[in-house]
């Protein structure tokens, strides 16, 4: 009997603590969307009108039909002479023979003739004649690619009887280097002003590249 009372009692402490005690409520775990899905969110209308009206205004333009293309640069003069001075060195050594036009033989004027035809520009026959073609450059002034005439023995002082044409200059110097087909050496290069023959049977420069 008294184990059983006991029993009673320990039972009735039991609900009693379990009355009084505070109930413990769970935390709401926060929903998670699954990897797998893509949140979708409403685009703002005020881009998407700014956006449109700048289409609109595009399509509208007077340019509406420009296409970017790429613009061709007309050929410099400058690249051309680099050229012509390329390919005149490739006779460098080619005996002179008189009346000779090339490619195996040239004299002054058949030299110049024959490079500058290589290229789509026709020079007359003779250095004399080239000289009247072109435009008049000062020696200060003078790039690859402009003709110097000279006189020579057989013209007479004062006559053209010889070209060359410019290779490069020295702007510091004020000087330049021409190629040429010289009787003696051929086609060679000579320095200008050289303070000597050249010098002396110097007429004047021409200018056919511009």
Known sequence: MKKYIKALVSGIAALTLFAISPAVKAEPVPAQTPASHTILTTPDLSDLFVEQAYENARLNS????????????????????????????????????????????????????????????????????????????????????????????????????????????DKENGTCEFIHASVKRGVTYQKFPDGGYYDRHFIGAKRVLD
């Open 62 to 169: 007077p340019f509406a039909s420009f296409t970017a293309q790429a613009v061709e640069v007309p050929f410099k003069s400058a690249s051309l002479a680099d050229k012509m001075v390329s390919y005149a060195s490739k006779f460098l050594g080619t005996r002179y023979r008189r009346g000779a036009t090339g490619p195996s033989a040239f004299d002054c004027s058949g030299f110049t003739s024959y490079v500058f035809r290589n290229f789509g520009i026709t020079l007359s026959r003779t250095s004399s004649s080239q000289y009247k073609q072109g435009t008049k450059v000062n020696v200060k002034n003078l790039r690859p690619g402009d003709l110097l005439f000279f006189s020579c023995h057989s013209s007479g002082r004062g006559n053209v009887g010889h070209v060359a044409m410019v290779a490069s200059v």
